[in-house]
């Protein structure tokens, strides 16, 4: 059977979008194509509300609006009361949060969209590291925060973006038999030089792993006997540059990440 979609007007005095998530959360809960949604946004008076309402009010009637503004909520609660189908769904968190601390609300219509210098210099920090990204544009190194070593499937990359989504700019150089690393990495304070380690067998089962993911096979590659020397080079590469080593085996991201955020911040310089 087909129906003509219901539409659920998302009302806001900022852009909508908590509104729109909190929409398509209820809806998915209903057989699909059943509900439609109509984003009104950047309401600014309650003159404008009562207008954007009667125009938009059909059949059902029905508005989830995030207003912050008090003049505009107490206008939709009026108009709520007069037969429009409405749900706030910032208000009542609001006022509990101001009730149980005695801490007043701002105000602020788009608050959760305000930008800082702390916003900018994680997006900066997040484009640094996938510029950086298993040893592209090595002479940017002496530019990071923090240089990740290892052979790989050692997560760098992963350790590399969480640490930049942290705000610390990561750069990550791959270990490979037979190549030497960029002659910046002998420059660096080994202070800000992360080493990764891991089990040997750990690795041969996460290489195996993402050569069938491939479809391809590379015997060397997975090869314990191969793994085991390219992990020995490693460390002793790592001692050369005096720098931390980390072990990443049987270890959350988060885990090892703040362990390296200690070091940085301790200044600390430990040989493996």
């Known amino acids: 059977m087909s129906y003509e979609p219901i539409s659920v007007h998302v009302l806001s005095d900022s852009l909508g979008e908590t509104g729109e998530m909190v929409a398509r959360a209820a809806m998915a809960q209903f057989e699909s194509g059943r509900f439609r949604i109509e984003r009104l946004p950047k309401v600014e008076t309650p003159e404008e509300l009562t207008a954007l309402v009667r ?49 007043s609300a701002t105000g602020e219509a788009g608050a959760v969209h305000r930008t800082d210098a702390q916003y900018f210099a994680r997006i900066e920090a997040m484009e640094f590291a996938v510029r950086h990204d298993d040893g592209r544009n090595p002479e940017g190194l002496p530019d990071a925060d923090i240089v990740l070593l290892g052979v790989s499937r050692t997560s760098k990359t992963p350790l590399a973006m969480y640490l930049a989504f942290k705000g610390w700019r990561v750069a990550n150089v791959p270990l490979a038999p037979g190549i030497d690393p960029p002659p910046q990495v002998f420059k660096l304070d080994p202070r800000r030089v992360f080493g990764l380690v891991t089990d040997p067998d750990i690795l041969v089962d996460i290489r195996t792993e993402r050569m069938s993911d491939l479809g391809t096979w590379v015997p060397r590659y997975t090869d314990r006997e191969e793994i085991i020397q390219e992990l020995e080079a490693g460390r002793a590469l790592m001692r050369q540059l005096g720098c931390i080593v980390i072990r990443t085996d049987n270890r959350a991201i988060e885990e090892a990440a703040q362990e390296i955020v200690r070091y940085v911040q301790g200044g600390l310089i430990v040989s493996d």
């Open 55 to 103: 125009t938009h009010c059909g059949r059902h009637c029905i508005f989830l609006y995030t207003l912050v503004e008090a003049s505009l909520r107490t206008q939709m609660e009026l108009l709520c009361a007069q037969g429009v189908n409405g749900v706030d769904l910032l208000g009542p968190s609001m006022e509990l949060l101001a009730n149980v601390t005695g801490i």
